[in-house]
C-alpha cells in the first residue's frame, strides 16, 4: 500500500501520564482522513508527532518515507495548529506573504491563498480586529499556500458558518485529487463522513481504523455519531 | 540558515513594530525625555551630566530591547507562531539573527535621535566622537536583544518577562561603574562586576568620552561585549526547540 503516513507502534508521555498508547496505523497517499475523537483523546498530539514536534517516547513515525520532522520534511509538510499560529499585529496578506517568503513563494501565491479560505475583501486588515473564525481561516491561508505534498490540519473548520464549511471541504478533496494527502481532525461527526478514511480515537487509543462505511456498519446504525458511542461502549465492555 | 529568510523574518518584525506607533514613540521619546531630566536634575554640575550622559546613551537601548525582546519572543512561544516557524525550513539562526537585524536598525534610530539631543541641545561633550557611542548604543541593543531572547524561554507570561528587566538590567547597573566607582565597592562586588557584561558596554563609553581615538581598552571592552553577544544567542538557539513535550 502506498502509505503517506505511517506510524508505528508510538506512544507518548507527557508528564507522567501516557497520552499515546502504543498507537499503529497509516495515511494513504492523495486522500482525507480523518481524525475524530472527544477532545483529550490525543489527536493533536498525534498530528504533532507526524509533523515532528512532539517529544516521542517510544516507536516511529515516518512521513513520505523520511522519519518525521526531519529536515527535508518541512518543504513537503504543511501543519495548521488549533490556536490560529499568525501574528495578531500583521494583516492578513503581511502574514500570508512573510510565510510564502519563507517557502521562497512569491507574493501571487500567498494572495490566491487569502482568495481560497475566503478573506479577499479582509486581506488589509489587521488579524486582531478579525473575527475568532476569520482569524482560524488566516492561519490556515498560511498552512496552503506552499502547496505541501502533506496536510496535517487540526481543526481547521471550527467556528465556521455551514458555507464555508462546506467551500473548505471541497477544497480539501480537490487537493486530495491532485495527489495531497490530507490528516484533518475535527470532533464533529458530521465532517467525519466527508472523509475516505476514519481513525477514532480515544484515550490515547485506537478505537476504529476504517473507511465511513465500514465504522457505519461496525457500529450497526448510519448515524455515524451514534456508532462512535457504540463502538465506545462495546470496547468498556470488553474491558469490564 | 538563508539570508531570505533571515532578512524577510527582519522585515516582517519592522511591520509589526509599524503597525504599533505608540510603542515607536515610547521607544524614541522615553530616552530624549529621561536625557533632558538629568541634564536639569544636575543643572549646577554640567560635568556630572556629561558623565552620566554618555552612559546612559548606551543603557537606554540595552533595557529597550531587552524588554522588547523577551516580550516579542515569549508572544512568539505563547501564540504558536514560534511552533509553526520551526515546521518550516526556517532555521533556528534564521530566527535569531532576523530579531537581531530588526532591532538593531530600531535601535539606530533610537540612539541617532537620544545623541542627537544629547550633543546639541543638552551640550554633552565627549573626546571621542558621536558616531563611536551610536556605534555602541547599537552594540548595545543587540546585547539587550540577545540577552532578552535567552531569558524569555524562562517566563511564561508577559508579567514574568517585565519582571525580569530588574532582575536582569537592576543589579547590572548598579555594579558597572554608573552610579560608584567599581574599585570602591566591596572587594565581592567588583569580582562579580567582573563578569557582567554590561561593565564593559558602559566601560567603553567612558573610554570614548575621555579618549578622541578608540583606546586597546575600547576594542577589549568592544570584544567582550559581541563575546556576550554571541554567547547569548547561542544559549538562545538552545531554547528553541523543535521537539517539546
Known amino acids: 500500500m502506498d502509505a503517506a503516513i505511517e506510524v508505528s507502534d508510538l506512544v507518548v508521555v507527557r508528564g507522567k501520564r501516557r497520552v499515546l498508547h502504543n498507537l499503529t496505523t497509516s495515511v494513504r497517499r ?71 517568503a519563507i517557502y521562497g513563494i512569491g507574493a501571487a501565491q500567498a494572495d490566491q491563498a487569502i482568495v481560497d479560505v475566503g478573506l479577499a475583501q479582509e486581506k488589509d486588515q489587521l488579524v486582531r480586529t478579525l473575527s475568532g473564525g476569520q482569524h482560524a481561516r488566516a492561519s490556515l491561508a498560511c498552512a496552503l499556500l506552499s502547496k505541501p505534498e502533506v496536510l496535517i490540519l487540526d481543526e481547521p473548520t471550527v467556528g465556521q ?80 | 540558515m538563508s539570508p531570505r529568510i533571515t532578512l524577510t523574518t527582519t522585515a516582517r518584525i519592522l511591520r509589526q513594530l509599524r503597525h504599533d506607533p505608540r510603542t515607536i514613540a515610547l521607544l524614541v521619546v522615553v530616552p530624549t525625555l529621561l536625557l533632558t531630566l538629568m541634564r536639569y ?116 507570561s508577559e508579567f514574568q518577562a517585565v519582571q525580569f528587566m530588574p532582575a536582569f538590567v537592576l543589579p547590572q547597573l548598579l555594579l558597572c561603574g554608573l552610579i560608584w566607582p567599581r574599585e570602591e565597592m566591596a572587594g565581592w562586588l567588583e569580582k562579580i562586576s567582573n563578569v557582567l557584561p554590561m561593565t564593559y558596554a558602559v566601560d567603553a563609553l567612558i573610554q570614548v568620552r575621555s579618549h578622541a581615538e578608540p583606546t586597546a581598552t575600547m576594542w577589549r571592552d568592544v570584544a567582550v561585549v559581541v563575546g556576550c553577544i554571541v554567547v547569548a544567542l547561542l544559549l538562545g538557539a538552545a531554547t528553541l526547540r523543535r521537539r517539546t513535550a
Open chain 2, 41 to 156: 536634575v544636575f543643572d549646577s554640575q554640567p560635568l556630572i551630566f556629561n558623565r552620566i550622559g554618555v552612559i546612559m546613551l548606551g543603557v537606554f537601548p540595552f533595557v529597550a530591547m531587552f524588554l522588547i525582546t523577551s516580550v516579542a519572543m515569549l508572544r512568539e512561544r505563547t501564540t504558536g507562531t514560534l511552533e509553526r516557524l520551526l515546521t518550516t525550513p526556517m532555521h533556528k539562526l534564521d530566527l535569531l539573527f532576523g530579531y537581531g537585524l530588526a532591532f538593531a536598525l530600531a535601535a539606530a534610530v533610537q540612539a541617532a535621535v537620544a545623541a542627537g539631543l544629547a550633543y546639541w541641545l543638552l551640550d554633552l561633550t565627549t573626546e571621542g566622537s558621536a558616531a563611536t557611542v551610536a556605534l555602541l548604543a547599537i552594540a548595545n541593543a543587540v546585547l539587550g536583544m540577545a540577552v532578552g531572547l535567552f531569558v524569555s524561554a524562562f517566563a511564561q
Open chain 1, 161 to 240: 458558518d455551514p458555507v464555508l464549511r462546506n467551500d473548505l471541504w471541497q477544497q480539501f478533496h480537490a487537493l486530495a485529487r491532485a495527489g495531497t494527502t490530507l490528516l484533518v481532525s475535527s470532533h464533529v461527526m458530521d465532517e467525519a463522513g466527508r472523509c475516505e478514511r476514519l481513525i477514532l480515537l480515544r484515550d490515547g487509543r485506537i478505537l476504529a481504523d476504517d473507511t465511513p462505511t465500514a465504522v457505519r456498519a461496525a457500529g450497526g446504525t448510519d448515524d455515524l455519531d451514534e456508532a462512535f458511542l457504540r463502538l465506545v461502549l462495546d470496547q468498556e465492555k470488553a474491558v469490564a
Open chain 1, 30 to 100: 492523495g486522500t482525507v482522513t480523518g481524525l475524530l475523537g472527544p477532545s483529550g483523546s490525543g489527536k493533536t498530539t498525534l498530528m504533532r508527532c507526524v509533523v515532528g514536534v512532539q517529544k516521542i517516547e517510544s516507536g516511529t513515525v515516518t512521513v513520505l518515507g523520511l522519519p518525521a520532522g526531519s529536515p527535508p520534511l518541512r518543504r513537503r509538510v504543511g501543519y495548521l495548529t488549533q490556536a490560529p499560529s499568525v501574528y495578531a499585529d500583521l494583516t492578513v496578506r503581511e502574514n500570508a506573504r512573510y510565510f510564502a
